[in-house]
């Protein structure tokens, strides 16, 4: 009986690795601007590479696209871990939002993404440990806002991506002042009494 081989993953070269950094480089800036419609001759020509170097580190536009989409989750992660050493339990949730926004208003893609998981749409294998810990810190942070009596306590840690995407759509709508829907989806979270 013969053993399993096991696939050996060796560091990339030097350049190689170069490469690839720039590739990713350029299709962040290519999704951003264009979202899925990004061409992958587009981001070749931005990285300064052939079309051939890019199917090289990335078989598929999708698994470019699935690249960004857990570097973008490794930035929201990030964020959403220091939110919870903030003091004021009510801050952190409007501090999660307003990051939400600002990252939509450059990057068409990351409002693909969060439509899609807003629809409860597939997320790529290498995401799903990154979405339970990202609605894990959401979880927690309801909880210290519920259990000081600031936000509603109906409020699920399942029910914040659809708003997230509510606000990600009037920013990528071009509304100038998405500040003030903000506020208005804030208003709707808070605990009708709140504390004295």
């Keep these: 009986m ?16 170069r490469n690839r950094a720039r590739v990713l480089e350029a299709a962040r800036a290519a999704f951003a601007e264009h979202g899925a419609e990004a061409q992958i001759e587009d981001i070749a020509r931005r990285a300064h590479v052939g079309v051939g170097t890019v199917y090289r580190h990335f078989p598929t536009k999708q698994a470019l696209a699935e690249a960004l989409v857990e570097e973008r989750f490794e930035r929201v992660l990030a ?30 893609a990351w409002a693909g993404v969060l439509a899609t998981l807003a629809g409860g749409g597939p997320v790529a294998p290498p ?6 810990e990202l609605l894990g810190i959401t979880e927690r942070m309801l909880a210290r806002a519920q259990a000081a009596g600031l936000v509603r306590e109906d409020l699920r840690a399942a029910d914040m991506p659809p708003l997230y995407c509510g606000l990600a759509s009037v920013v990528q709508a071009g ?3 998405w500040r003030r829907y903000l506020e208005l989806l804030l208003a709707g979270l808070r605990a009708s009494s709140p504390p004295a």
């Excluded at 013969?2 to 690795?17: E, Q």
């Excluded at 939110?83 to 068409?108: K, M, N, Y």
């Excluded at 995401?127 to 339970?132: F, G, T």
């Design 127 to 132: 995401c799903e440990h990154q979405l339970a």
């Design 2 to 17: 013969s053993t399993p081989t096991v696939p050996i993953h060796r560091p990339l070269r030097a350049d190689a690795a």
């Design 175 to 177: 509304v100038a002042d």
């Design 79 to 108: 964020h959403a871990r220091g939110l919870l050493d903030e003091p004021d339990p009510w801050h952190a949730i409007e501090r999660s939002f307003e990051f939400c926004a600002t990252t939509q208003e450059g990057d068409r």
